[in-house]
């Protein structure tokens, strides 16, 4: 297994510009997330998914627009990148039932965003 | 232990001695807290949970002690080895809720 997998590593943007930061994973997991982190805070639910077909806001969702149309993959997109964007994103999942019996989450290696 | 602003709290423990590093939890509700660990340029990983219902779990050189009258959680680390080296986050939940909230982390570093 693959685990989390998240592509790019590392991106530059300027003010304005799109792009849709990939997550995938192969654990067969119902539910995944996207987080950010900066420096000195911990990790901010962005959005997240309880299967294909299904999303919905976590605390940070302002900016980035998200879609699960398989099971695998769960797309992070920035349609007009600021500078506040400037983060580090990281792709989660695990599964459904985790949220009840309190299995952790798996984490991707994270996308290093720098907007300009 | 937890901390505002840009500046991760650190800490600094002599390679083979034990470490202690604390986190203050802010929902009383929480009945869920997971410790993590992560490395520079890697995400976050799994270390060690525990539920309400216990004070103190145990694994492989860590224990995680939670004290729910003072909303209180510590990561111990038992003869720390340069491996251990990282950022530790802790965070919480209420189990069948989504939501997970992260602390903002400390910074472990083992000398040599």
């Known amino acids: 297994n693959a685990g989390v997998t998240q592509t790019p590593k590392f991106q530059v943007l300027k003010t304005g510009q799109s792009m849709t930061l990939q997550c995938a994973q192969d654990?067969?997991?119902?539910?995944m997330s996207w987080y950010r982190q900066d420096p000195g805070m911990g990790l901010r639910l962005i959005h997240y998914?309880?299967?294909?077909?299904?999303?919905d806001q976590g605390e940070v969702p302002n900016g980035y627009n998200v879609s699960r149309s398989t099971t695998e993959d769960f797309p992070l997109r920035l349609l007009s990148a600021a500078p506040s964007q400037t983060s580090v994103y990281f792709c989660?999942?695990?599964?459904?039932?985790?949220?009840?019996?309190?299995?952790?989450?798996?984490f991707g290696p994270g996308t290093r965003l720098l907007v300009l | 232990g937890e901390s505002v602003g840009l500046h991760l709290p650190t800490l600094s423990v002599q390679e083979g001695d034990n470490s202690i590093i604390n986190c203050a939890y802010s929902?009383?509700?929480?009945?869920?807290f997971i410790w993590y660990k992560q490395e520079s340029g890697k995400g976050p990983q799994f270390i060690i949970d525990?539920?309400?219902?216990?004070d103190k779990r145990q694994g492989q050189r860590v224990t995680v002690l939670l004290n729910k009258t003072v909303k209180h959680l510590s990561l111990q680390i038992a003869a720390t080895q340069p491996g251990d080296s990282a950022v530790y986050f802790c965070a919480e939940k209420v189990l069948g809720n989504e939501k997970l909230t992260f602390g903002t982390g400390t910074r472990l570093t083992i000398i040599p």
């Open positions: 989660a999942s695990r599964h459904t039932y985790a949220a009840f019996h309190g299995e952790t989450q798996y």
């Open positions: 929902n009383s509700a929480s009945d869920y």
């Open positions: 654990m067969n997991h119902e539910y």
């Open positions: 998914s309880v299967g294909a077909g299904i999303t």
């Open positions: 525990i539920r309400s219902n216990m």
